[in-house]
């Protein structure tokens, strides 16, 4: 798994991922949005999928997290302000279908 395809050099997944959990919040503690263009079988997005979630641990905001959050609030998803989730991490993904 790498990061490529375009005009930077192609890096290990693991290796951005580690980046990322060092690095994210030093400068600010806003939340970081990762956007994720996959295109590899579904084993392989459930890897990239692991790999996010051993690096960045409970920094990761997971689906189901997220929209309980948003109901705790009383508010929809779309409406959360970034102050609602400093310190976290959101995918954005564009996945390959099966």
């Known amino acids: 798994m790498t990061h490529g395809g375009t005009f930077v050099t192609v890096e ?16 600010s503690e806003l939340p970081v949005i990762l956007s994720l263009e996959m295109h590899c079988n579904a084993k392989q997005q459930a890897l990239v999928a692991e ?11 997971e689906h189901d997290e997220l929209c309980s959050f948003g109901r ?24 390959k279908k099966a």
């Open 12 to 27: 290990p997944l693991e290796e951005v991922a580690r980046a990322i959990a060092e690095c994210a919040f030093v400068a």
């Open 51 to 61: 790999t996010l979630r051993r690096h960045l641990g409970d920094a990761l905001l």
């Open 72 to 95: 705790r609030r009383g508010v929809p998803v779309e409406c959360l302000a970034p102050v609602d989730l400093l310190r976290r991490v959101l995918l954005k993904g564009k996945v």
